[in-house]
């Protein structure tokens, strides 16, 4: 796991609990203004030291900050930061840069949708998948599969794809996979 994987899985493990994830949605609804600890345990329905506790996790995270004058207010820009961090980290992501054209079928570093199967996207985005497995020999289908997970949830359709743009090649029995082309630099 990465040092941004690893923040950002922190950043949520803080926000997991229900508590501290009420207070930090009570922090953001209260905006730039902030909350006093005083605010915050009526709104929150909770005893002063308990609100105090949860703030005090929020702020070691780094999703909140205190202004030493009793009001504290959220940090959400830490958040898209980790975000943006993971999206960096995507490995399809590098390869995306040299098919703008195609941003709008991934989502945070996932392919969220496919272009009808007579169009050009289709075709650019067997490339990129075929640049991204960068197949060398032979792949069985658990390989491939295993390959294409990390950034599909539709497996199938994503080998179909590569298949029936020619980019792979599949033996007669299913089993197994090479690469029928190279992809063009």
Do not use: C
């Amino acid at each position: 796991m990465s040092i941004a994987a690893a923040r950002a899985a922190d950043l949520l493990m803080q926000l997991s609990r229900p508590a501290r994830l009420r207070a930090f949605a009570e922090l953001v609804r209260a905006g730039s203004d902030g909350a006093t600890i005083a605010e915050l345990s009526i709104y929150l329905d909770q005893p002063k030291p308990e609100v105090a506790e949860l703030l005090g996790r929020l702020v070691g995270a780094g999703l909140a900050g205190g202004t030493g004058n009793g009001v504290f207010r959220v940090r959400a820009d830490v958040l898209r930061e980790a975000a943006q961090l993971l999206d960096r980290e995507q490995p399809i992501n590098a390869l995306l840069i040299d098919f703008p054209q195609l941003k709008s079928y991934f989502s945070h570093g996932r392919l969220t949708g496919l272009p009808p199967t007579l169009s050009d996207r289709y075709q650019q985005i067997a490339e990129l998948f075929a640049r991204f497995l960068a197949v060398e020999g032979v792949l069985t289908e658990d390989e491939v599969n295993a390959r294409i997970a990390p950034v599909a949830d539709d497996v199938a359709a994503v080998r179909r794809m590569l298949v029936e743009t020619g980019w792979l090649e599949r033996d007669r029995a299913g089993r197994s996979y090479g690469s029928a082309r190279l992809p063009t630099s």
